[in-house]
């Protein structure tokens, strides 16, 4: 397994795709959380006179010293989490791609192990992007947001901890979707229509038409997105334990600023999209167990 977990090493640093990505990476997450500070850091102007009152008062603080910064942070670090999906897409989808996935297959003691070895060095490379997308995101909410509604040291380390767990989870989610679509583009276009535009709209249509304020916690892209979205939900008491006679409308808006629309809490989200992922991951390792490869 050591040697496999090797091979599969060199075979990406031999590409560009892990750098590649890691430049749109570093700027999206940077950029959306400069931006989403801008916005955040004045975010009491955005809320009822009311709302505002009532949320300072029930978290015990001033209404100038809302950690809004999380706010930035979940934005940018949610939309960074797209590019380990697709880097993660490459895994197997681009062996196919480039047909040197019967090499693969042949020189393991059998596809099991090759797909284990595949498993475990995306998960490392996950973690490697987790750490970046983190503080490229960061580094944009420092930028632009007051140091009094900036995080306390134990919400930055539990977001750095949910960014990690995100990219991970989304990168393994990547290779199940690239082992069962087996086409590089066409898992990438898929992937990128459905997480920012299809699933946004099935969202708001069912927030606002529906009245399903929870689908959003449920879909792939919803709990992605809570998992890091849902911790500064959870500071404005918008999810976990909400905070007393905060309206539905109230609680969607301030989850949907937080990135993380629906979202129950951050392990609620965790846990349904590892699902998602196993299940994925579980469709694709099942594809490759038997599929003809000549």
Known sequence: ???????????????K??????????????????????????????LGSSDTREITAALGIKTGELPVGLLALGH????????????????????????????TFLTAPNRGAALTAKMITYIGWGAIYGVIIVAASSLGTVLTVDSGRLPTAGQWLGVLGAGILATTLATLFGIGLGAVWRSVVGSVITLTIYML???????FVGWG????????G??????????????????????????????DETKWVLQYTAGAPGAFSWWASALIFLAWTMLFFGMGWAANQKRDIT
């Open 1 to 15: 397994m050591g040697n496999l977990i090797k091979a599969e090493i060199r075979k990406t640093l031999t590409t």
């Open 17 to 46: 795709s892990w750098w590649g990505l890691m430049i749109p990476t570093l700027l999206f997450a940077f950029l959306f959380a400069l931006g989403w500070g801008a916005i955040t850091n004045n975010f009491s102007n955005y």
């Open 76 to 103: 940018g670090i949610n939309i960074g989490t797209i590019f380990p999906m697709i880097f993660g897409v490459f895994a197997l989808a681009g062996e196919y791609t480039k047909k040197t996935i019967t090499t």
């Open 197 to 203: 535009v299809l699933e946004n709209v099935l969202v």
């Open 209 to 216: 038409w529906l009245r399903l304020e929870w689908l959003g």
């Open 218 to 247: 449920v879909l792939p892209n919803g709990t992605l997105n809570g998992i890091v979205g849902a911790i500064g939900a959870e500071a404005f008491g918008a999810a976990g334990v909400a905070i007393p006679g905060l309206d």
